[in-house]
């Protein structure tokens, strides 16, 4: 399994000088199975550059097939989606994998992003096959050699975490989320906290660990800081101590620090990871502060 990430920014895309290391671009991450299957998660304006790559495989001669998995629809996740020039090659497949929505309508929300008012091709006349599936977490599918497992975490609406395996090896996806003591995000979750506080957020702090549980690859949000989370509790994001709170438990062999503040020069993106190395020395938890163009190979066990 070899992981490729394309955007590590949150909420919005950007370009500044101060911001070079880590780019500016969101959330995309590749997954290629050794087996040939290839599982892509979330298409904020990273997805870009994967298209580019794609495009110099399979994907450039029509003969492409992909699984994208959504953790949700806010912008900084599906931005880059009509950007993605392997959608403009007859003979291409893509399986879109988002949560089934209760307020919304998925199929809505991708026709809108390439209204014809705001983008030249309409959603339904690409040229790449489009198969959209909704999904009710918490559940698993196969994918080829692969399963992903998918659970809902405490962002928006349905946010759905990710756990790929492929080969013996895993990937695991735990952002975009708030802390669960602070605030109730999730569709349904204010109502089971508020009828037990206590027993719902153990009971959620339980499945999450289970989720990410030995996972080589654990990927969480660090949007915030201790600081700036301050009065922001209910925005949908966690801090590097979350983070290593998660680390602690599940024990990946690596934690990426995902979601940079779109307000944080390089320089404390550099803090923040120098921050949770210092918490996690003398354990075999390799931190890192994810930017475009980052690849672990765990090739198979
Ligand atoms: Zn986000
Ligand atoms: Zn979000």
Redesign the pocket.
């Known amino acids: 399994m070899k992981i490729t990430f394309y955007g590590a920014r949150?909420?919005y895309p950007l370009s500044d000088a101060t911001q070079r290391q880590f780019g500016g671009h969101t959330?995309c991450f590749h997954v290629e199975c050794t087996t040939g299957e290839h599982i892509i998660i979330d298409a904020g304006t990273g997805i870009r550059a994967l298209g580019d790559r794609l495009m110099q495989k399979e994907f450039g001669r029509g003969e492409g097939v992909a699984h994208m998995f959504f953790t949700h629809t806010?912008w900084?996740?599906i931005l880059g989606l009509p950007f993605f020039n392997p959608l403009f090659i007859r003979g291409n497949t893509f399986h879109l994998h988002t949560a089934k929505l209760p307020y919304a309508n998925i199929q809505g929300i991708f026709n809108g992003l390439f209204n014809p008012d705001i983008f030249p091709v309409p959603f339904n006349e690409l040229d790449a096959q489009i198969e959209l599936t909704e999904l009710k977490p918490p559940g698993s599918l196969s994918i080829g050699a692969a399963t992903v497992s998918y659970m809902q975490i405490n962002h928006n609406n349905i946010t759905l975490g990710f756990r790929v395996e492929a080969g013996g090896r895993s990937f695991t996806v735990v952002s975009?989320n708030a802390i669960i003591e602070l605030a109730r995000m999730g569709d349904g979750f204010a109502k089971k906290y508020n009828a037990d506080p206590e027993g719902f957020v153990q009971s959620y702090r339980e499945a999450q660990r289970r989720f990410a549980l030995n996972t080589d690859v654990l990927v969480c949000d660090t949007h915030f800081t201790a600081e700036t989370i301050q009065g922001r509790e209910h925005w949908g994001h966690s801090t590097p101590d979350e983070a290593l709170r998660l680390a602690r438990e599940c024990t990946p062999r690596h934690l990426i620090l995902h979601?940079h503040d779109p307000e944080l020069p390089d320089t404390e993106v550099i803090a923040k990871e120098r921050y949770v190395q210092a918490a996690l020395e003398g354990t075999d938890i390799k931190a890192v502060a994810p930017y475009p163009g980052l690849t672990i190979d765990l090739g198979d066990t």
């Open positions: 949150g909420s959330t806010h900084d996740h975009d979601h």
